[in-house]
């Protein structure tokens, strides 16, 4: 298993609190990403790194930010957290392989499980 | 931008029985293709992966063709038991971004959850 961990596992918070999800990976990867899984929605992308402090944002970053000041940890922050913002967060890392990364497969930790209420 | 449509879910079936969930995909270039499975409670794990036409992945007794014709990346099992009751996501890779750049971003379908009764 890809070692990536994802801290919490379980968090109940108010409207309105700010929260961090934290993903820690030993694997020395470049790439991390931050998605959240919604029951009819997949998968979306919230927000990725390409390099330490290189980020940018995915397709539903609107109430999100993200850090990365080390290769191996990324962070996911919810300013002021709100109720449509209940979910469950995964954190995936990527890697090239044989000098591609569009061929090279994501590798996902076992979630966040963020209540908000 | 680019997507991707599974089968609408769930699907159930007996033990033993053929498994096929249908995935499309449209996108620009030549993406890459690929299965994830998830068990409950956890994350997601690759099951098998495409990276041009007509490849053919393959893991535990799963396949799934890439397709660029019929821009399809259909997943079938051929047996199936109890243990593969799960839910399965295909996703593609695009080449480019729309930065000229490829980021090695995933878009996923919706997933299809699948129930494999004894």
């Known amino acids: 298993d890809a070692g990536i961990t994802q801290s919490p596992r379980h968090k109940v918070t108010e409207t309105g609190t700010p929260v961090t999800l934290r993903c820690h990976q030993t694997e020395n990867h470049r790439y991390m990403y931050w998605y959240r899984q919604d029951p009819g929605h997949g998968l979306r992308l919230i927000h990725y790194s390409y390099g330490v402090k290189d980020t940018d944002k995915g397709e539903v970053s609107d109430g999100y930010s993200v850090s990365r000041s080390k290769t191996e940890d990324f962070l996911l922050t919810l300013e002021s957290a709100t109720s449509s913002q209940t979910s469950v967060y995964f954190c995936?890392?990527?890697?090239?392989?044989?000098?591609?990364?569009?061929?090279?497969?994501?590798?996902f930790g076992n979630g966040t499980r963020l209540t908000v209420t | 931008g680019d997507s991707v449509t599974q089968m609408e879910g769930p699907v159930t079936l007996s033990e033993e029985a053929f498994l096929t969930i249908n995935c499309t995909y449209t996108a620009t270039g030549y993406p890459s293709l690929f299965w994830y499975v998830q068990y409950p409670g956890e994350g997601l794990q690759l099951l098998l992966k495409a990276t041009k036409a007509d490849d053919k992945g393959s893991n535990k007794g799963f396949e799934a063709t890439y397709r660029k014709e019929t821009t399809s990346f259909h997943l079938e099992k051929g047996s199936v038991q109890v243990s593969d009751s799960a839910v399965y996501f295909c996703?593609?890779?695009?080449?480019?971004?729309?930065?000229?750049?490829?980021?090695?971003?995933?878009?996923f379908g919706q997933g299809t959850i699948l129930t494999v009764h004894p």
């Open positions: 995936a890392i990527s890697e090239r392989l044989s000098g591609q990364i569009y061929n090279s497969p994501l590798h």
């Open positions: 996703a593609l890779k695009g080449y480019w971004d729309a930065g000229g750049t490829s980021y090695g971003k995933l878009t």
